[in-house]
């Protein structure tokens, strides 16, 4: 089973950016990768996906425009841009790999997925 592992989370002020890494290694490639976030207190939402191979990726209605998701194939590494934070976007962000033709930051899609430990991103105002 792949292990994925995300850096990048930090504290920053809201209009802020930050750039969150995820990198995959051992078991085979998947062939869709995502980020999901989850709040305090509220179950994990699905922010955007990339498949591995090429296709087009999906960005979620509550950050579109905002973020954005881009890929390093090669490497097995998954990025996500955010750019202009608020507060609300205050949570855990975690990484997810599923193997399937479906490429959809979904949890019904990713209930089967490999996860990474999350990374906290912080906004004040």
């Known amino acids: 089973q792949v292990q994925l592992a995300e850096s990048g989370g930090d504290s920053v002020q809201a209009g802020g950016s930050l750039r969150l890494t995820c990198r995959a290694s051992?078991?085979?490639?998947?062939?869709?990768l995502a980020w999901f976030r989850q709040k305090s207190g509220n179950e994990r939402e699905g922010l955007a996906a990339i498949p591995l191979y090429g296709g087009r990726k999906e960005i979620e209605d509550p950050v579109k425009g905002r973020f954005d998701i881009s890929l390093d194939a090669d490497r097995r590494t998954v990025y996500l841009q955010m750019n202009s934070l608020k507060p609300d976007d205050t949570a855990v962000y975690y990484c997810?790999?599923?193997?399937?033709?479906?490429?959809?930051?979904?949890?019904?899609?990713?209930?089967?997925?490999?996860w990474g430990q999350g990374t906290q991103v912080t906004v004040s105002s």
């Open positions: 997810a790999a599923r193997s399937g033709w479906s490429c959809v930051a979904n949890m019904k899609v990713f209930d089967d997925a490999s």
């Open positions: 051992g078991g085979r490639n998947p062939d869709c």
